[in-house]
């Protein structure tokens, strides 16, 4: 029978000063208290605001007088800069709204209060109440929201990483998945918080919590191997504790009642009993209301059917009072059966239509049950896909950038070497192009061929360098820029014959007249290119000031012999 083992938090925080609140007259100690407040100063004024906690806590119904006090002692505590206690009093405001039923006045500060908490860096404080404000929502049947809540405080746990924080938010989880019968997961996760309380400060509280709800798991599954050994190892942190001097009842109250389930699930009901009696003699007897249904299905089993009609009485006396359909419903069914064996025929029939009774309710009740389990773990689920679903769209978006990094990095290591490369030819094309003469010189190595037929020519004679003098005079005048410039008009102007001048031309320069002629025009688009005042002059200006009478004929010579078109010489050579 599942049941929450939780004790409310402010009770253990207030047990050392209880036996201070309990005087005769409790309004006149309430008023000395109060006088005490309103006069005293630093670590008296938080002494007499603990003990007036105290008083309240144990005395008043009304919890608004105890809700004004720790508001008005926290403003204390923020303005002696105490944040820790300032945390504690928050948190004991939401245990206490917790444990009065205030659930709508929790649930509508629950935010603000945890961001407050969170503010003052009380981690401690922040994950306890935290983890109240998750079981709260458990008990008020918020199943979807206790469990948004609680993957909450796990990621924020993740963020502080501390031991501390990562044992109270993983035992959050596992809370919440043991209560949705998520049985496997629950163990994980109490496993977890096991781990971490094991390195935590103060992580003995926390594990022993742990332990309590992880016994809830093994059995829940059958897993009595395990849970065995868990007895094994939770017994002796109990009495290592105690040998501290940090023992308490309830660490003690759960073992036994974990033991008792344990013997329970193996059929050992002698060693179950002796454990149920430990119950008895802690100062929680109440508790044996949760071990009654394995006391009585042992009575079942050894045929003692009037003490499992005993208990079976026991067990519906507490389920009315809790309202519990189940509970009703189980014990009716049993105790329908112990008074057939009793011979009690009248009895058991009338048992036997109560539990027809209860049946059609049970039957509304499960198909509730089970829709809100479904729609807690499609939420759960959901919540899960789309962390999962953020972090490939994370991990996507990071590889397109890595990608996209690698590529401008390629590119731009590519473009300044084509750059170099490029402004190295720009270079060497202009000081070629101011050499006076063509007489025996070479192209810059630009790794093209120039236009023509290769020409290996015989050695010249003098009369080849006469022609080729008065050649060069014409053609340094200016005469190349002539774009119907020929070999014929060269024949005409010097009054050679043309085969002479061809061969001339060929021996001395080592190339044809029209290769010689276009090398001039190139070089003087070169020098136009490299002046600065010719940033504004296109493509075809160029060509023609050269003397080609074709755009598309000069663009292919030029790039033919420099190794660049006439964009890029210019772009390049006017680089700074």
């Not at 501390?164 to 997961?185: C, H, L, T």
């Not at 009690?344 to 239509?353: D, G, P, V």
């Not at 039957?363 to 479904?374: A, T």
């Not at 490029?422 to 093209?448: C, F, I, M, Y």
Request: neutral net charge.
């Amino acid at each position: 029978m599942k049941r929450i083992y939780s004790v409310p938090l402010l009770l253990l925080s207030l047990l050392p000063c209880f036996l201070a609140a309990q005087t005769p007259d409790f309004k006149q100690h309430k008023d000395s208290l109060l006088n005490v407040i309103a006069n005293a100063e630093g670590e008296a004024k938080f002494q007499a605001y603990d003990e007036l906690k105290t008083y309240l806590f144990y005395n008043d119904k009304n919890p608004e007088s105890l809700l004004e006090l720790l508001s008005n002692y926290e403003r204390e505590a923020l303005k002696q800069g105490d944040k820790q206690k300032a945390a504690t009093c928050r948190r004991n405001i939401i245990t206490v709204r917790t444990g009065h039923n205030r659930y709508e006045q929790l649930f509508e500060n629950a935010e603000d209060d945890l961001k407050f908490i969170s503010g003052l860096e009380a981690w401690d404080e922040y994950f306890i109440a935290y983890s109240t404000v998750v079981e709260t929502y458990f008990r008020a049947g918020q199943k979807e929201k206790a469990m948004e809540e609680a993957l909450k405080c796990y990621e924020k746990a993740k963020q502080v990483n501390t031991p501390d924080a990562k044992a109270q938010a993983s035992f959050i989880m596992g809370f919440v998945y043991v209560w949705s019968a998520r049985n496997s997961e629950a163990e994980n996760y109490f496993k977890e918080s096991l781990e971490e309380s094991a390195k935590a400060k103060k992580g003995y509280d926390i594990a022993q919590k742990t332990y309590a709800y992880l016994h809830q798991a093994y059995a829940n599954q059958g897993k009595f191997d395990s849970l065995g050994e868990l007895l094994q190892k939770w017994e002796k942190e109990i009495k290592a504790l105690e040998q501290e001097g940090k023992g308490n009842p309830m660490y003690r109250m759960n073992f036994y009642e974990a033991s008792a389930r344990y013997y329970y699930g193996i059929g050992n009901y002698d060693k179950m009993e002796d454990y149920c009696k430990l119950i008895e003699s802690t100062p929680f007897p109440d508790r044996l209301n949760a071990l009654n249904y394995y006391r009585k299905e042992a009575a079942m089993a050894r045929g003692e059917y009037d003490k499992a009609l005993e208990y079976a009485d026991k067990i519906t006396e507490f389920s009315l009072k809790t309202n519990d359909i189940y509970g009703q419903f189980a014990v009716a069914r049993d105790k329908t059966e112990a008074l057939i064996y009793l011979g009690e025929t009248k009895k058991s029939i009338a048992s036997f239509n109560h539990t027809l009774s209860l049946k059609d309710s049970l039957l509304n009740i499960d198909i509730q049950s089970q829709l809100d389990e479904l729609r807690t773990q499609y939420e759960v689920d959901k919540h899960i896909a789309e962390k999962q679903r953020n972090r490939n769209y994370f991990l996507f978006a990071f590889g397109g950038c890595i990608l996209l990094a690698i590529a401008l990095g390629i590119w731009i290591y590519h473009d300044r070497t084509i750059t170099r490369k490029n402004r190295e030819l720009v270079r060497k094309n202009q000081e070629w192009a101011n050499v006076k003469t063509l007489h025996a010189t070479s192209l810059p190595d630009a790794g093209q061929e120039t236009t023509g037929e290769k020409i290996t020519p015989a050695a010249p004679d003098e009369a080849d360098w006469a022609i080729m003098d008065e050649i060069e005079k014409l053609i340094a005048a200016g005469l190349y820029k002539d774009s119907n410039l020929s070999l014929d008009m060269l024949a005409e102007k010097t009054g050679q014959n043309p085969t002479y001048i061809s061969k001339a031309v060929s021996r001395c320069a080592g190339k044809n007249i029209k290769t010689y002629i276009n090398e001039y025009r190139i070089k003087e688009a070169i020098r136009i290119l490299s002046d600065e005042n010719s940033a504004g002059i296109s493509v075809e200006d160029l060509a023609f000031d050269s003397g080609f009478n074709d755009r598309k004929t000069f663009h292919r010579i030029f790039r033919n012999i420099t190794g660049l078109s006439p964009t890029d010489f210019k772009k390049n050579g006017l680089r700074k």
